[in-house]
């Protein structure tokens, strides 16, 4: 079955580690995308990916990083410089690209990280 | 102006009752327009995409106002199962166009 696989689903850190969320689809889509999610608020854009071996940052890119080395793969690293990392990570992808293309984002299962 | 901005809810509604959400964006260049459904702890689902001339998908009806740029979605006959958040989205104009998120309106259909 195709879809958006996201590890681990549950993730606790201590203060001042940085930890990579794992983001693989196989839908075939060129473009991914990295959400957060914080309680009672919308979904705030970090990364977004249109193609292998480029990205840009979104509204909430501080603190985090990407690579996409390979088109089914868009890993998120959220370092010690993020300030409020606990929160539910959203990965998403869509056939859609090009400045006015947007088509429906698929989302992973999510992942939660709680930093102690 | 916030992008996109939706009743704030939670919406209670007894089961067989119709519920509206509203949700305002404040570019009015924006030209994609959804309806995702969020179940408790789980990702968004698309459950339409929004249309000018409105459109409907069973009991689901969206409009779209482009004047006042103000899209509806309307449940009717309300089901136990409809109880999830509905986030408002639409597309953010300007480079390469991605999605901006409403906050999203909580409905709770009760038996």
């Known amino acids: 079955d195709g879809g958006i696989t996201q590890s681990p689903k549950y993730l606790f850190r201590k203060e001042g580690q940085n930890v990579t969320l794992s983001c693989e689809q196989n839908?075939?889509?060129?473009?991914m995308y990295w959400y957060r999610q914080d309680p009672g608020q919308g979904l705030r854009l970090i990364y977004y990916?249109?193609?292998?071996?480029?990205?840009q940052k979104g509204d909430i890119a501080e603190g985090y990083s990407v690579s996409r080395e390979k088109k089914e793969s868009f890993p998120l690293t959220v370092t010690s410089a993020q300030k409020n990392p606990t929160a539910f990570y959203l990965c998403?992808?869509?056939?859609?690209?090009?400045?006015?293309?947007?088509?429906?984002?698929?989302f992973g299962e999510g992942s939660r990280l709680t930093v102690l | 102006r916030k992008e996109v901005e939706q009743d704030p809810g939670p919406f209670n509604v007894p089961e067989g009752a119709t519920v509206a959400f509203n949700c305002t964006y404040s570019n009015s260049a924006s030209q994609s327009f959804f309806w995702y459904r969020q179940d408790c702890r789980k990702e968004p689902k698309l459950l339409m995409s929004v249309y000018s001339s409105g459109n409907e998908d069973g009991r689901f009806t969206a409009q779209l106002n482009r004047a006042s740029q103000y899209i509806s979605l309307l449940i009717r006959d309300s089901k136990l199962s409809d109880s999830a958040t509905y986030l408002c989205?639409?597309?953010?104009?300007?480079?390469?166009?991605?999605?901006?998120f409403g906050k999203g309106t909580m409905l709770l259909v009760s038996p």
């Open positions: 990916s249109q193609i292998v071996n480029d990205f």
């Open positions: 998403a992808s869509t056939t859609g690209q090009g400045p006015s293309e947007v088509a429906e984002l698929f």
């Open positions: 839908l075939n889509h060129d473009a």
């Open positions: 989205v639409v597309n953010k104009v300007g480079g390469y166009s991605t999605l901006t």
